[in-house]
């Protein structure tokens, strides 16, 4: 079974930092491209980008372009969003999915709130 | 960025009803669209993909059509467990950019 489970979720005070991690399961996570997306309360889906199978490729949504650092390490079948200088407005639930195109499979999130 | 625009936000239909969804983007983005459904306390799920590919184990009564700036999204017969919301998305350009849902509701 196809599995994405998002971990490192808490509350952070405005300035902050977090990292937060998708532990990959079921498929090829070394043939994957990934993506971090995610909603704000009462909000849509926001993109915030997406990495390709190597790493190769990195493209970052312009709302978090310098602040937001992705990552993967294939010998762990982990993908990783580094947060810095986090505010109220990235406060959210946080989404890993498999696919830097169109999302095949998304994990159930982790909520981040950024709060003082 | 491409910008993606859905109508209406929010429909209001009963079991049974055929029930359509727009999304239009502001530049031409080919096939290169996806449809997802959301639920709270769930992972988003794949509907369509290339604008018409009806992804792995989703019902038939789902379809997408479409092309260029315009797209559909159609649910022949709505069924108690397809009260939703539902999200185009463009992936035409590196960046990608999601619409802003539509809420399906009794």
């Known amino acids: 079974e196809v599995q994405l489970v998002e971990s490192g979720g808490g509350v952070v005070r405005p300035g902050g930092s977090l990292r937060l991690s998708c532990a990959a399961s079921?498929?090829?996570?070394?043939?994957?491209?990934m993506s971090w997306v995610r909603q704000g309360p009462g909000k849509g889906l926001e993109w915030l980008g997406g990495?390709?199978?190597?790493?190769?490729?990195?493209v970052y949504a312009d709302s978090v372009k310098g602040r937001f650092t992705i990552s993967r390490d294939n010998a762990k079948n982990s993908l990783y969003l580094q947060m810095k200088t986090l505010r109220a407005e990235d406060t959210a639930l946080y989404y890993c999915?498999?696919?830097?195109?169109?999302?095949?499979?998304w994990g159930r999130g982790t909520t981040v709130i950024v709060s003082s | 960025d491409i910008q993606m625009t859905q109508s209406p936000s929010t429909l209001s239909a009963s079991v049974g009803d055929r029930v359509t969804i727009t999304c239009r983007a502001s530049q031409n983005i080919s096939a290169w669209l996806a449809w997802y459904q959301a639920k709270p306390g769930k992972a988003p799920k794949l509907l369509i993909y290339k604008a018409s590919t009806l992804e792995s184990g989703v019902p038939s009564r789902f379809s997408g059509s479409g092309s260029g700036t315009e797209f559909t999204l159609t649910i022949s017969s709505l069924q108690p467990d397809d009260f939703a919301t539902y999200y185009c998305q463009q992936y035409d350009s590196f960046s990608l950019t999601f619409g802003q849902g539509t809420k399906v509701e009794f």
């Open positions: 079921g498929f090829t996570f070394d043939d994957s491209g």
């Open positions: 999915a498999r696919g830097d195109f169109y999302m095949e499979v």
């Open positions: 990495i390709n199978w190597n790493g190769g490729r990195i």
